[in-house]
């Protein structure tokens, strides 16, 4: 309804919050807008809460909308985060690299798009294993990625393995109701290397070591299960499906197609039947047993 009062006009005529060099015009009056109608930290206030799908083609959709009451904890800014904001059990490790000027890979050379992203990938790694030096096993996870929860139990009961390689997983489209099954996960998505620590062989210090080995350990998933089994400590197959890796994900770098486009109604998936019916066989839907292993479900009570 619009046309309420005189707040509710100027806010239509107004349309959106213009910021300047030296303040903003605001949508509606700081009262409202910095007030009873903002999500301050500690303050409960009613909320309408919209959810929006975006498909890999960038086209979006409004999947819902529904009224809540919503407490917001605390109004935080990457810079300002201390460790007692975090879950327990969780750290932040802040670095000051230089960007990666071949993020969006664009006409560049396709090598050089890979050594670009395995130093961007592989220095920031580097810091955050440094800063927990301390730790059995490291499991380097992309940010898009969902693990297991089963994983932790694995690791903690076999404390002398030399680790483990994620070959059975699942592809999962964001915000999707169904579950493929991948038996060569390894080979698709970077979340599937857990490594005992002391196999890396990590630097006292971050200067200590090349761009070279940083690049060749940390910068990328494809090459150390073979140098670890060329130095006599092999990975082990770890015995369940223990990551999903997300796509149609409209943030992800990899840009990957949804599931059901590439392996059920592409040219080489319909070019080849039989491996087309085997990937109908491991489709499974999002049932809460998924969800509680994989999404963060919390798992009921007795």
């Known amino acids: 309804m619009r046309g309420i009062d005189a707040v509710d006009v100027e806010a239509w005529n107004r349309g959106e919050t213009l910021y300047l060099p030296d303040g903003k015009a605001g949508l509606y009056p700081p009262v409202l807008s910095e007030g009873a109608a903002s999500l301050l930290a500690d303050v409960t206030r009613p909320a309408v809460i919209f959810t929006v799908r975006m498909a890999g083609d960038g086209a979006v959709r409004l999947d819902g909308a529904e009224r809540a009451i919503i407490r917001s904890r605390a109004k935080l800014a990457y810079e300002i985060v201390r460790p007692a904001d975090l879950p327990a059990g969780f750290d932040v490790v802040r670095v000051a690299f230089p960007p990666n000027y071949l993020h969006e890979m664009g006409e560049a050379d396709l090598e050089a798009v890979y050594d670009a992203f395995r130093a961007d990938k592989g220095r920031r790694v580097l810091a955050g294993m440094l800063a927990a030096r301390d730790s059995s096993f490291f499991m380097i996870v992309d940010d898009d990625d969902l693990v297991s929860t089963r994983i932790a139990g694995h690791v903690a009961a076999n404390p002398d393995a030399n680790g483990w390689t994620v070959e059975r997983g699942y592809i999962w489209d964001d915000g999707g109701r169904l579950l493929l099954g991948y038996d060569e996960f390894n080979h698709l998505c970077g979340t599937s290397l857990i490594v005992r620590a002391d196999l890396y062989g990590l630097p006292q210090h971050f200067e200590d070591t090349s761009l070279d080995w940083i690049k060749t350990m940390l910068g990328s998933h494809v090459r150390i299960a073979a140098i670890l ?55 499974r839907l999002v049932g809460m047993d998924a969800r509680r292993e994989f999404f963060g479900e919390p798992a009921r009570r007795g």
């Open 229 to 283: 089994a060329e130095r006599g400590t092999p990975l082990d197959p770890l015995p369940f499906r223990g990551a999903v890796y997300r796509v149609a994900d409209g943030g992800s770098h990899s840009k990957a197609p949804s599931l059901v486009k590439k392996y059920f109604l592409s040219r080489e998936a319909l070019a080849r039947p039989r491996r087309l019916l085997r990937h109908l066989g491991r489709l």
